[in-house]
């Protein structure tokens, strides 16, 4: 069954007068009435993977689009435990109702109610900071584990994925509710371990899913020397839905545009994360995202010589069927980058380094 796009209104905006050195979009925030705010960073150094970023805010309507650069004292601190992120290291942005939020490492949250409006800041009560050891070779002073990705909010929960202290950047195999009190003005780590750490996905609950010569998880190295296949596989995006997670996992491979991405489900899981029921395996090596609206998954094949032809499908929670979407005449190679509210959002190139200035679509 095809889900034909429509083009509602589209949008540009730029910030890249604020940045000498590159910039980029890594989340699309939408909301209802046709309204969106885009997150990304910048950067004035050489080296535009090694940061240290400066971040921006634009909001995305029919009467037009704002921006807002945000001062780096807003997210980045020297004193305490939060030292200034990499570039390898970005803030995670998420949905929190009618609000979004920024996971400043995992000590404290910015609660915005629009993008001109100063934040709130809510520290959280248990962070992992002052757990297990400091990444080898980077020296941060931050979060331990770091934060790779927020899912959209579910009420006051935000889930988050995790990388380990001996993981690097992207890593994320570890997986925390973050729950937060507005009114009290504070936030907690839920349903973590005794030690207090985050849980971790299980290699063993995906093998039966998994076909293909790679393993579904990813590498290391054993203490003889020998390369050893059995870590977890990585969570690509998750969402707290119905009181259970669901994950989209997929094995890990640094050169993923050579070797390939192996694996490719979303999963339903109890709060540890073992699995209750594989809902749905991509046909061919595919990026996941779980949509704001909570109840459908934008599939984007990795190669277009697959079943697929690279063309992006949406698959339902409600009838668990994948469906091709077929955007707007004009706009067939943009990605589908969001759901909610009943609109699509669209850009013409992937997140995370973007051309300037941004288009956004809106289609229904």
Same mark, same amino acid.
């Given at each position: ?43 004035h150094s050489g080296n535009y993977q090694e940061g240290p970023h400066q971040y921006w805010l ?159 998880? *990813? =590498?290391? /190295?054993d203490s003889t020397g020998h390369l050893v296949? +059995? #870590?977890?596989? %990585? ?24 070797? *390939? =991405?192996? /694996? ?7 709060? +540890? #994360?073992?699995? %209750? ?88």
């Amino acid at each position: 069954m095809a889900t034909k796009l429509s083009l509602d209104f589209q949008m540009n905006f730029d910030v890249s007068a604020a940045f000498s050195r590159g910039c980029g979009m890594t989340k699309i925030i939408p909301f209802a009435n046709g309204r969106a705010v885009a997150f990304g960073w910048g950067t004035h150094s050489g080296n535009y993977q090694e940061g240290p970023h400066q971040y921006w805010l634009a909001e995305i309507g029919r009467e037009g689009a704002s921006e807002r650069i945000l001062p780096v004292e807003m997210t980045h601190r020297t004193n305490g435990l939060m030292a200034p992120l990499t570039g390898k290291h970005y803030l995670q942005a998420f949905k929190f109702g009618e609000q979004f939020g920024l996971l400043l490492s995992t000590e404290a949250v910015l609660l915005f109610s629009s993008i001109h409006d100063e934040p709130v800041t809510i520290p959280i009560e248990n962070h992992f900071s002052m757990l297990g050891e400091p990444r080898h070779h980077s020296h941060l002073h931050d979060s331990y584990f770091a934060p790779t990705h927020c899912g959209n909010a579910s009420g006051c929960l935000v889930p988050v994925v995790l990388s380990a202290p001996t993981e690097g950047a992207g890593s994320g195999r570890h997986a925390c509710l973050l729950e937060i009190d507005q009114v009290a003005g504070r936030a907690r780590w839920l349903h973590t371990l005794p030690d207090g750490t985050p849980h971790t996905t299980v290699i063993d609950d995906y093998v039966p899913s998994h076909t293909g010569s790679q393993a579904p998880g *990813g =590498i290391r /190295l054993d203490s003889t020397g020998h390369l050893v296949y +059995d #870590l977890p596989p %990585l969570v690509y995006d998750c969402a707290w839905v119905d009181n259970h997670w669901y994950l989209y996992v997929a094995g890990y491979n640094k050169n993923y545009i050579r070797f *390939g =991405i192996p /694996l490719g489900v979303l999963s339903r899981n109890l709060v +540890d #994360l073992s699995i %209750l029921e594989s809902v749905f395996k991509a046909q061919e090596q595919s990026f996941g995202h779980i949509c704001a609206s909570l109840d459908r998954l934008i599939v984007s094949p990795l190669r277009a010589n697959g079943p697929h032809k690279g063309k992006q499908t949406v698959f339902t929670f409600d009838d668990r069927e994948e469906h091709s979407l077929t955007p707007p005449r004009g706009y067939t190679k943009y990605h589908v980058q969001e759901y909610f509210s009943g609109y699509y959002w669209l850009t013409p190139e992937e997140l995370n380094y973007n051309r300037m200035p941004v288009k956004i679509v809106a289609c229904k």
